[in-house]
């Protein structure tokens, strides 16, 4: 059974794969035996150090604001350039901009869609012509809980979300006959820098956690599993799916 969660010998690409969440599945992806590209706006190597000293997988990284549709487009040619070949795309990066929905500002809503789905959708697209020529390749795209709610003050980053959730159903559809799984991860309230407003928020924040079964936020080591599982060949004849980890919020 272990043979069906080894990911020796895979490359991963993980958008994102410096902190928060990216961080997490990274370190899952290395321990099980991935080899790692992460994609990064700032170059950072500690944690590309740590991971090849930790579990003996090679690392690299790619430095690419993925505001920027030029360095989108480079990001799986550079990646193909560094080890040849990809067969997991992880895209986990995003970014937010909180504000009432009649005061939002245009250049806020064109930054997120953006960076939380176009470029979403070009990587897709890139890693998986290459998938397709090599008959096989995982793809996980990080959604969100406003991928089904519309959250508060958050009018872009609910639709573009929302749309990614689409977005991975319609390629799954068209791809998974060839070889390609594609799938979402639904993370719930995680203890990231992204959610440091409503942590520091202490009605909204408590709200949050009353709501939530398992009686925390969650951290980012906790999407190493479902990472592993959707990488992997335990996922097999698993498409289109958008898996929650969420402490159990959408059940509540």
């Keep these: 059974m272990k043979n069906l969660f080894d990911l020796s010998g895979k490359v991963a690409v993980i958008t994102g794969g410096s902190r928060g969440i ?48 030029e360095e989108v487009k480079q990001v799986i040619p550079q990646a193909l350039d560094k080890m040849g070949k990809v067969d997991i795309l992880i895209n986990n990066a995003g970014i937010q901009r909180r504000s009432p929905a009649v005061d939002f500002l245009e250049q806020d809503w064109d930054a997120v869609m953006q960076v939380n789905l176009k470029a979403v959708w070009m990587l897709c697209q890139q890693a998986g012509k290459h998938m397709l020529a090599n008959g096989q390749g995982k793809i996980i795209n990080v959604a969100s809980l406003n991928s089904f709610q519309g959250g508060i003050n958050i009018p872009a980053y609910a639709s573009a ?32 820098d992204m959610n440091e407003a409503l942590i520091a928020d ?51």
């Design 161 to 192: 979300k929302g749309a990614v959730a689409q977005l991975t159903k319609a390629l799954a559809n068209e791809w998974s006959s060839k070889g390609i799984n594609v799938n979402g991860i639904v993370p719930g309230y995680v203890a990231t």
């Design 202 to 252: 202490p009605v909204r924040s408590r709200q949050i956690l009353e709501r939530i079964p398992a009686g925390r936020w969650g951290s980012a080591d906790d999407f190493a599993g479902a990472a592993i599982y959707l990488a992997s060949e335990a996922s097999s004849y698993v498409h289109g799916h958008l898996l929650a980890v969420d402490g159990g919020w959408l059940g509540r």
């Design 22 to 69: 990216g961080k997490g599945i990274a370190t899952g992806l290395a321990h099980a035996g991935a080899d790692l590209v992460l994609v990064q706006r700032t170059e950072n190597h500690s944690l590309k150090s740590k991971l090849e000293e930790e579990t003996g997988v090679r690392c690299e990284s790619i430095q690419a604001d993925l505001s920027k549709l």
